[in-house]
């Protein structure tokens, strides 16, 4: 069994990032730029938009968070979005979900401007996504791609089972497979026998939020693990959605929680801005 290291693919990743930044400033003069919207006082909300802001402090990146309260309007939002649109420093622009249930998130995601939309989930990058064109594509399922990529783990023709079917998680994750030639399937929650569709896989993607929901009878032997999930136990720990200590022993290949997935989310997020701002200065060139 190999740990998918995805902790120190993302330091690597990182390190790219920083030295591209540099060479865009030097050939440019431009800043990527990333601007965040936090609404509301969820603590893991919070805590996500301080990691991303932190790392785009690492690569050198100009950031800023929009901080709003859990009443704020639909109107307010908006208009925020749109001075971001406008704004030519600003390459990337990320609406931290969920927002509270006043506000229309479909509306507000539609308003960002999809050249920057480094989180990949307007309608016309999604879009793209499904026609295999290039764009901006959620950072979580592109990190576990590019995760893959490092282990040289090739998708094309295996099965691959993709458990959870979220427009951030689970659909583009399966579009992205799908584009690189593999066989998918998606399961979800009202998916019927779970075990018997996670049993024929090669590759098991799971992003549901349910702690030990893949067990080691669920897999066949040396079947490939990535596990998606973040969840928190009574005593605080952070675990994936993998019965970790079991399964592991079972597979070929593992990513663990954390170290797996999530450092990888934010590094995609930082080659996303990046790319996003090499486009705008191709563009004002
Ligand atoms: P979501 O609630 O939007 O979607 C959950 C999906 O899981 C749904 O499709 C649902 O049908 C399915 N599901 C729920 N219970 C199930 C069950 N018992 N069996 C099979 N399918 C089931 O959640 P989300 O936003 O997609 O997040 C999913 C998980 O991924 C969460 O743990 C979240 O914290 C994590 N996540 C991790 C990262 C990362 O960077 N690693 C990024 C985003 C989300």
Do not use: W
């Amino acid at each position: 069994m190999q740990i998918l290291d995805g902790k120190a693919l993302a330091q690597k990743i990182e390190k790219n990032v920083a030295s591209e930044v540099v060479k865009l400033k030097e050939n440019t003069g431009r800043t990527p730029g990333l601007a965040v919207i936090l609404v509301g006082q969820d603590p893991a909300s919070a805590a996500y938009v301080n990691m991303k802001k932190k790392a785009c402090d690492r690569v050198g990146f100009y950031s800023v968070t929009h901080e709003m309260p859990e009443d704020i309007s639909q109107e307010a939002i908006e208009n925020t979005i749109t001075m971001m649109n406008q704004n030519p420093n600003i390459d990337g622009i990320l609406v931290q979900l969920p927002l509270p249930p006043q506000i229309d998130t479909t509306k507000i995601l539609e308003l960002v401007d999809p050249s920057k939309d480094v989180d990949g989930f307007h309608p016309y990058n999604v879009g793209r996504l499904v026609t295999n064109l290039d764009g901006f594509v959620p950072c979580t399922p592109l990190g576990v791609m590019e995760l893959l990529a490092e282990y040289n783990i090739d998708v094309k023709g295996k099965n691959c089972c993709v458990v959870g079917a979220s427009n951030i998680v689970g659909k583009p994750m399966a579009s992205l497979l799908l584009n690189t030639d593999a066989t998918v399937e998606i399961c979800h929650i009202f998916t019927d026998d779970l075990k018997k569709h996670t049993l024929q896989a090669d590759i098991i993607f799971v992003g549901v939020g349910v702690i030990n929901l893949i067990k080691e009878d669920m897999l066949k032997e040396d079947a490939i693990i990535i596990d998606i999930g973040i969840n928190r136990t009574e005593n605080g720990k952070l675990v994936g959605d993998v019965d970790f200590e079991n399964v592991a022993p079972k597979c070929s290949y593992i990513t663990p929680v954390p170290g797996g997935v999530g450092p990888m989310t934010i590094a995609m997020l930082l080659s996303n801005t990046l790319k996003a701002a090499k486009l705008h200065a191709d563009k004002n060139a």
